[in-house]
């Protein structure tokens, strides 16, 4: 479901072993949603992502969600637990 502002991320993991997972990105915005693939390794919180489907998101969007990737990685890389599903909103930036 597209929002009708602002923006929607959700990630859904696909695999894990240990500190590395491989996450799948959905980024929604009114005009369009972007995915992606995005591989974590959990020891030096290196994020590797395929190519976009659907297109880049906006830059805005993108720049959140490799912060919130990196969060992820930090926390849940060294125990190898990492979260099955997260969800977030923001409000398009005022320019």
């Known amino acids: ?6 923006g929607r991320l959700e990630l859904k993991l696909a ?5 590395t997972a491989r996450y799948e990105l959905s ?3 009114a005009r369009g949603e972007s995915r992606c693939e995005i591989s ?6 290196s994020l590797q992502f395929a190519a976009w489907d659907g297109g880049e998101p906006p830059r805005w969007l993108d720049t959140f969600a490799r ?10 890389g060294a ?5 099955r ?11």
């Open 15 to 19: 695999a894990s072993a240990g500190p």
């Open 40 to 45: 974590i390794d959990g020891a030096n919180a």
């Open 67 to 76: 912060s919130l990737l990196r969060t992820i990685a930090r926390s849940s």
């Open 85 to 95: 599903r997260v969800t977030r909103w923001r409000p398009e930036p005022e320019s």
């Open 27 to 29: 980024i929604s915005t």
């Open 1 to 6: 479901m597209r929002p009708e502002h602002g």
């Open 79 to 83: 125990s190898g637990d990492w979260p």
